[in-house]
């Protein structure tokens, strides 16, 4: 039996086009990993390699987010008319059902841990059903180990997951919905297994939040600092205060975190339920992050209904003031399922119908406070002045002193090599923006 696993082609520009934002995502080697070994998987990226409509394949699997439905839809399509069965997962079709459903021959719903052997057995069988559900959360002891090779040998560096979970549920996020309200830990030792398997790279924690439990993250830190390897990973920006924790995140090797900061505003915050993040106290733990040599990859968006067309200007000083090194600029958008979306739908404020533009590059609602030209004409110019020569020589100038660009003993790319690197892609892919 033959099974392929495809990542559909992302749509957009700018920094998503950056090869960085685009290794092979963790869902497809997970799957790969729980299929038995007499069945061969093939993991096609869209991304980077054309897909191979003209092989026979038993099933193929797509894990699809809601921007790229349309690309998944597609190749599904492809595939169903040359009678081979085509099964959808992911946080999309987990929480569109309905939506998806007439395009495919099934959905599984859910993490894919306790499922999956399921849809192999009746695959063998040949009776595949149209809906799998994984009817709990799994403990995250049950992750397969993934082999390197399940990787795509370009990626610069491999995903790799401590937690699932999150307690906040945000109003625009996805996350709680799915994966649960707490934070369930894999166990430390799996994760170390798991790096001493994959080592040579650099690491991603696609956690969302990797210091969401301090302990559990100290433990970790102080386990993988032995391992000397080189990661990047999420967090809250409160975590920035436990001065223990980051030590031992900058000594295990961590270059930079990415943090949800969404908006300099309280109220803005307030409004989607974002109450824990304290704005005015952004400033102070951008700096101790930076007091530990951590960079910080700051996500903002706009759009909000306390935003009027001035927040672009404020944002950009905010950021060149207190250097922050990267930043992902994105539109407010209301993903289906979300409270927000429901919010806005009675309002009757969402235009967009193309799914393809929910993706934080183009505004789908009418703001209330600006235009939404103003917002798209705001996000295009604050994409360009951010990743423009001038703001890079702000926001990195000191960094570049403190520690030139370089590698270190073991080949790794220093922290300002790094952040200087994304910097200049960032920089080359915003200008279609
Ligand atoms: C890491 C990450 C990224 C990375 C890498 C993305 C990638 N393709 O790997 C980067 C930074 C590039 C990124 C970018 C974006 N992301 Co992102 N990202 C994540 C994050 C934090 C983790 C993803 C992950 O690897 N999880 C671990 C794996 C194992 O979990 P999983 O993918 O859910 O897979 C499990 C199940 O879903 C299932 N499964 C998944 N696929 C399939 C397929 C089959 C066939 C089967 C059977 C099962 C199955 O089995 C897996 C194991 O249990 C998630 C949030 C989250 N906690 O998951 C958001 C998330 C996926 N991202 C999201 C978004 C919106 C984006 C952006 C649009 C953000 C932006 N403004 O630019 C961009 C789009 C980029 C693009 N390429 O098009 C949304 C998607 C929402 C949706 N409903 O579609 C999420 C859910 C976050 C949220 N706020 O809600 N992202
Ligand atoms: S935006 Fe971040 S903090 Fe809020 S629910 Fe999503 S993952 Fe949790």
């Known amino acids: 039996m033959r099974i392929l696993l495809i990542n559909p082609k992302r749509v957009g520009r700018g920094q998503a086009s950056v090869r960085y934002m685009n290794a092979t995502p963790l869902a497809l080697p997970i799957l790969k ?30 894990t699809v987010m809601m921007h790229v439905s349309p690309s998944a839809r597609a190749i599904a399509k492809v595939f169903r008319s040359a009678g081979i069965k085509v099964a959808f997962g992911g ?21 894919a841990e306790h499922v999956w052997p399921e ?33 795509s040998a370009k990626d610069e560096f491999y995903h790799i997951e401590t937690t699932r979970g999150c307690p906040y549920n945000c109003d625009f996020c996805a996350v709680t919905n ?30 969302d939040n990797i210091m969401g439990e301090p302990a559990y993250a100290r433990d970790l830190f102080r386990e993988i600092i032995p391992l000397k390897i080189k990661w990047s990973g999420q967090f809250s920006l409160n975590h920035a205060a436990n001065q223990e924790v980051m030590g031992l995140a900058a000594e295990s090797g961590c270059q930079f975190l990415f943090t949800g900061i969404e908006s300099l505003s309280q109220d803005n915050l307030q409004a989607v339920d974002k109450k824990w993040a304290k704005s005015e106290k952004f400033a102070e733990w951008i700096k101790m992050t930076h007091d530990t040599g951590i960079g910080i990859y700051g996500s903002f968006m706009f759009g ?22 990267l930043a992902l600029f994105s539109a407010l958008f209301p993903m289906w399922g979300s409270k927000l979306y429901a919010q806005l739908q009675a309002e009757n404020r969402i235009f967009e119908t193309d799914v393809t533009k929910f993706n934080g590059q183009y505004s789908t609602f009418h703001p209330k406070n600006m235009t939404s ?53 960032f920089k080359v892919a915003v200008e279609d923006f």
């Open 119 to 151: 849809v192999i057995k009746d695959l063998r069988n040949n009776q595949l059903k149209p809906y799998y559900k994984a009817e709990q959360l799994i403990d995250l002891k049950d992750i397969p180990f993934i082999k390197k090779e399940f990787f």
């Open 91 to 111: 946080f999309f079709p987990t929480l569109n059902y309905d939506d998806v459903r007439e395009h495919v021959d099934s959905v599984i719903a859910g993490e």
């Open 373 to 425: 030209e103003e917002l798209n004409e705001g996000l295009r110019w604050l994409w360009n002045t951010f990743y423009s020569k001038p703001s890079i020589k702000k926001r990195l100038g000191r960094r570049m002193r403190n520690q030139p660009p370089g590698h270190d003993e073991n080949g790794f790319p220093n922290t300002t090599e790094v952040l200087m690197g994304l910097n200049i892609a």
């Open 33 to 62: 990993a729980l299929t038995p070994e007499d069945i061969e998987v093939r993991i096609i990226d869209e991304n980077h390699s054309p897909i191979p409509y003209e092989e026979h394949w038993d099933l193929v699997g797509i």
């Open 304 to 325: 909000f209904e306390g935003d009027d067309k001035n927040v672009f200007q404020r944002t950009l000083e905010f950021c060149e003031d207190n250097e922050i090194e």
């Open 178 to 207: 799915f994966y649960g309200a707490k934070f369930r830990h894999r166990p430390i030792d799996h994760v170390v297994r798991q790096i001493e398997e994959l080592k040579g790279k650099a690491f991603f924690f696609v956690d």
